[in-house]
């Protein structure tokens, strides 16, 4: 029997190919040929390897994923005055590491193998250098949990130390919020947490300060778009005594709250304002108020409360007219507000359930 045929014969042996007379026979060879034996254990090894090697290429492209998501310039300012020696140890030698150490297992094996000198006598270098390779993905992973403990550790702080929150909703799909200027007056830095609890880096894009009005853009690299919106803006003016309601999060937690439209006017005849019967309270501030239908028809400000029961929301008109104002070289691309309104006819649940994803909790530091 020839080389190659030995070769295919033990692989068709080693996936379980052979028939039961043929891999009796084949057994009974290699027990009285210590040759034949001696290449099995071999061809076993180096295909175990193979797969080992394969496995720690997907695990260094999941390390390689993991060490692109974290901003490590911001883990530098953020956590500490000189990196950590893990990170420091990570981005300089996270490649270098595993594709050297794969690629010199792989290339020598091929070499030994195919120049027939791979035999018993090698067999204890094999054993080593898996040995070391093995020690290698350990502190790989050792490396990978530390990584992620230093992202939690980044969450914490820039999450968990914010100074006060309000309430944003969506404007368009690709990250632009919609909220009160009051609630970022001032603010060192912002950031915006969905319905699932998820913090995205947020800056103050554009505001009028004239109309409480303030616009945030989503700069987080981790965000994605969040599809098409179920509402739209309505301009004109609202109907008085219809049904409305807000959704937001006053005191840091997420609530539904119904009312109606009581007046088209503020206070003294003020025409930014509508006069609702809803409790907005702090934290309510900069959330989207809609009418019966689904269509937003202003934005929720705590801050014009002056006594029991009288609570404002600015009209959308000064909302659409603050993102026609915002200069051209602050967007990548023309904002188009949405046209099309799915929630009409839907129940007030629904309404919530589908609408929930596009309002934002505003955390401000």
Do not use: C
């Amino acid at each position: 029997m020839s080389d190659n045929q030995l070769l295919e014969t033990i692989e068709r042996y080693l996936n379980g190919e052979m028939k039961a007379d043929e891999r009796k026979k084949f057994e009974l060879l290699r027990k009285e040929d210590a040759g034949v034996d001696s290449k099995v254990v071999e061809h076993k090894l180096f295909v175990s390897l193979l797969k080992q090697y394969g496995e720690r290429v997907e695990l260094e492209s999941r390390l390689n994923a993991i060490h692109d998501e974290i901003d490590v310039h911001t883990l530098k300012e953020d956590l500490m005055i000189h990196p950590m020696w893990v990170v420091q140890f990570w981005r300089q030698h996270h490649s270098k590491i595993s594709v050297a150490a794969s690629i010199g297992i792989i290339a020598f094996l091929s070499a030994m193998w195919f120049s027939g000198k791979l035999n018993n006598n090698t067999n204890s270098e094999i054993v080593g250098l898996k040995n070391k390779v093995n020690r290698l993905e350990g502190s790989i992973n050792i490396q990978s949990r530390s990584i992620n403990a230093i992202k939690s550790e980044k969450n914490k702080t820039t999450t968990d130390k914010y100074t006060t929150s309000a309430t944003g909703f969506a404007i368009t799909s690709d990250g632009l919020i919609a909220t009160n200027y009051h609630v970022v007056e001032g603010a060192d830095a912002v950031s915006v947490q969905n319905a699932d609890g998820t913090t995205y880096k947020a800056e103050v894009l554009y505001t009028e300060p004239q109309h409480d009005i303030a616009i945030l853009k989503i700069t987080d690299k981790t965000f994605t778009k969040l599809g098409a919106l179920p509402y739209t803006f309505k301009r004109a003016d609202g109907t008085m005594a219809e049904q409305i309601s807000t959704y937001g999060y006053p005191g840091g937690y997420a609530a539904y709250l119904p009312g109606s439209l009581s007046s088209l006017y503020g206070e003294n005849g003020d025409t930014l304002h509508y006069k609702i019967t809803m409790p907005i309270n702090f934290g309510n501030s900069g959330g989207p108020l809609w009418d019966s239908k689904g269509n937003i028809i202003g934005i929720t400000d705590s801050k014009e409360a002056h006594s029991e029961g009288e609570h404002f929301a600015i009209k959308a008109k000064y909302l659409m007219d603050a993102v026609k104002n915002i200069p051209a070289d602050s967007l990548e691309d023309k904002v188009v507000l949405n046209k099309k309104n799915t929630l009409a006819g839907l129940s007030e649940p629904q309404k919530t359930a589908k609408t929930k994803n596009f309002v934002f909790m505003v955390k401000v530091y």
